[in-house]
């Protein structure tokens, strides 16, 4: 089973910068897919961004357009997720999540999860 470690989360001022980290074990990402969610405390996870397997499509939820870049290294079996001019509603628990090929705008389209990492926006 494919197994997906997020990292690169923490504490950062308003207005501030982050890049996640989605790196895979066991299983190239080449034919995967790969999504970033996230889930703040008290509400639904949500979709952030998606970048196709051939890294030739990317979708962003309307929150983050304009401040977040999905891109991926299929050399270092990494995707990643840079963030910036982070707003405080940006803190959440984001998880990385991988199917095959194509993105979906369902998350039970997704079979691989990681663990997620901590995202905090305050001053």
């Known amino acids: 089973q494919l197994q997906l470690v997020e990292s690169g989360g923490g504490l950062v001022q308003p207005g501030g910068s982050l890049r996640l980290s989605c790196a895979a074990s066991r299983f190239t990402l080449d034919d995967y897919a790969i999504g970033w969610f996230r889930q703040a405390p008290g509400k639904e996870r949500e979709g952030v961004s998606c970048i196709r397997s051939s890294g030739t499509s990317t979708n962003y939820a309307d929150s983050v357009k304009g401040r977040f870049t999905i891109s991926r290294d299929n050399a270092k079996n990494t995707v990643y997720l840079q963030m910036n001019l982070l707003k405080p509603e940006d803190t959440a628990v984001y998880y990385c999540?991988?199917?095959?090929?194509?993105?979906?705008?369902?998350?039970?389209?997704?079979?691989?999860w990681g663990q997620g990492t901590q995202v905090t926006v305050s001053s």
């Open positions: 999540a991988a199917r095959d090929y194509y993105c979906s705008p369902r998350m039970t389209d997704f079979g691989s």
